[in-house]
Nanobody, 117 residues
Framework: QVQLVESGGGLVQPGGSLRLSCAAS????????MSWYRQAPGKERELVAE???????TYADSVKGRCTISRDYLKNKMYLQMNSLTPEDTAVYYC???????????WGQGTQVTVSS
């Protein structure tokens, strides 16, 4: 079992930046594929970025070139650096971890990102 807690969301102006963090407890993340998802009002939850235990990354086309996902094994944390934010990035951002041994998935409670002038 792992618990995931996001932080770093907030209100930012268009063109601004935010760094989201996901802190894990209860399990070491070395066996986990870690991801960021987001869900905007009235829309389905979508994958934003993913990072494997080996450090390989995948990004949604909508954020490619503007976002960077990373993980710190020593701190048991994952991050999402978001730059050049637009109102279309407004959503609740969720941290997700999937244990590649058991295939169990775990979600954080989400953090709100609002991009508005």
């Amino acid at each position: 079992q792992v618990q995931l807690v996001e932080s770093g969301g907030g209100l930012v102006q268009p063109g601004g930046s935010l760094r989201l963090s996901c802190a894990a407890s209860g399990s070491v993340l070395t066996l986990y594929v870690m991801s960021w998802y987001r869900q905007a009002p009235g829309k389905e939850r979508e994958l934003v970025a993913e990072i494997t235990s080996g450090g390989s990354t995948t990004y949604a086309d909508s954020v490619k070139g503007r976002c960077t996902i990373s993980r710190d094994y020593l701190k048991n944390k994952m991050y999402l650096q978001m730059n050049s934010l637009t109102p279309e990035d407004t959503a609740v951002y969720y941290c997700n971890g999937q244990n590649m041994d058991t295939m169990a998935r775990y979600w954080g409670q989400g953090t709100q990102v609002t991009v508005s002038s």
